[in-house]
């Protein structure tokens, strides 16, 4: 596939129920990944899989929840996209907590790009995340998001 393939952004035809099994990954995902990191003991290989994997499912959701419609990026889904008309989802979600910002940050430079924020983070001693507070953190907008549907 070329640039022109992955640069078209004309709008993808996709059904409601085809929209809706791939959030349902994500939200499945991060939850099993939550629920496996709690099981031990576990490799190194299989830890690193799971504390690599987190921040992956957790980064999709929070642009999910907390990105509004963006013209330049017509196919990427928001929240918004599956609620009713009727309902404002940027006046009805939770506000994002501090935790969840920092989890977003760290993904993005810890996992989404090989650079040097890795090597600051580990010296500055930030590598290790509040992944059970994250999880009840998302919880609350996922179940929030539930509700509204």
């Known amino acids: 596939m070329d640039d022109q393939y992955w640069g ?9 129920e085809e929209k809706q099994e791939h959030l349902n990954y994500e939200i499945e995902m ?23 994997s987190l921040p992956a499912h957790i980064r999709v959701l929070i642009n999910f929840f907390y ?16 609620l009713p008309v009727t309902v404002n989802w940027k006046d009805e979600r939770p506000q994002m907590t501090a ?8 993904a993005d430079k810890q996992v989404a790009h090989l650079s ?23 919880g609350i907008v996922i179940k929030k ?3 509204l549907k």
């Open 8 to 16: 078209d952004n004309t709008l993808i035809d996709a059904t409601q």
């Open 30 to 52: 991060f939850r099993e990944t939550c629920n496996q990191i709690n099981i031990r003991p576990k490799t190194l290989f299989e830890n690193n899989l799971l504390f690599e």
């Open 67 to 82: 990105n509004d419609k963006n013209e330049k990026y017509p196919n990427d889904l928001v929240a918004q996209d599956f």
């Open 99 to 106: 935790l969840l910002k920092e989890a977003k940050n760290k």
């Open 116 to 138: 040097l924020w890795r090597v600051k983070i580990e010296r500055d001693g930030k590598k290790d995340c509040d992944w059970i507070n994250i999880e009840r953190d998302m």
């Open 145 to 147: 998001f539930e509700k």
